[in-house]
């Protein structure tokens, strides 16, 4: 049975950049708790706190509302999820969308101003470039296809 690697915000857990999770409630997310899932916050593995500034991608950098660069934690926790992929062989990822670090298909444009463009927050790319397959809470049924 193959493990998955999720986002623990998509399980409640209270490690957004504002203290908050986003539970995301779905019956096979549910079902996969106990056997198969394994969760990670690049973020926090990182060093960031909960909470802490927000952050967005400016010209390959990932830098704070505050104008802080925090790409050296953001790449930290991304080389520490690919390691947690390799040591437990997890071929497939559910991240949380947008995010800096976790972002599938969008994030956000880096003027701190809510607008997303299309792209990929680091870890996800780190995973896509190492052959895991990444997915965002949006896109549960191909993630269920894909396991099944």
């Known amino acids: 049975m193959h493990k998955i690697l999720v986002s623990s915000c998509l399980l409640g857990a209270p490690v ?3 203290g ?3 539970q995301l409630l779905h019956p096979q997310l549910i079902a996969w708790q106990q056997e198969r ?3 990670f916050c ?3 593995a ?3 706190s909960t909470p802490r500034d927000p952050a967005e991608i400016v010209n390959g950098k990932v830098i704070t509302n505050t104008g802080d660069d925090v790409t050296p934690e953001f790449q930290l926790g991304a080389k520490q999820a690919l390691r947690l992929c390799q040591q437990y062989n997890i071929r497939f990822a559910l991240l949380k969308e947008s995010s800096p670090s976790c972002g599938r298909n969008t994030i956000y444009d880096g003027s701190h101003s809510g607008i997303k463009v299309v792209g990929m ?3 996800a790319s780190l995973l896509e470039k190492n052959g895991i397959k990444v997915f965002s809470e949006q896109q549960m049924p191909a993630l269920v296809k894909a396991l099944a």
């Open 20 to 22: 908050s999770g986003q």
């Open 46 to 48: 990182g060093g960031l």
């Open 16 to 18: 957004r950049y504002d």
């Open 37 to 39: 899932i394994v969760a």
């Open 121 to 123: 927050g680091l870890t």
């Open 42 to 44: 690049p973020e926090i």
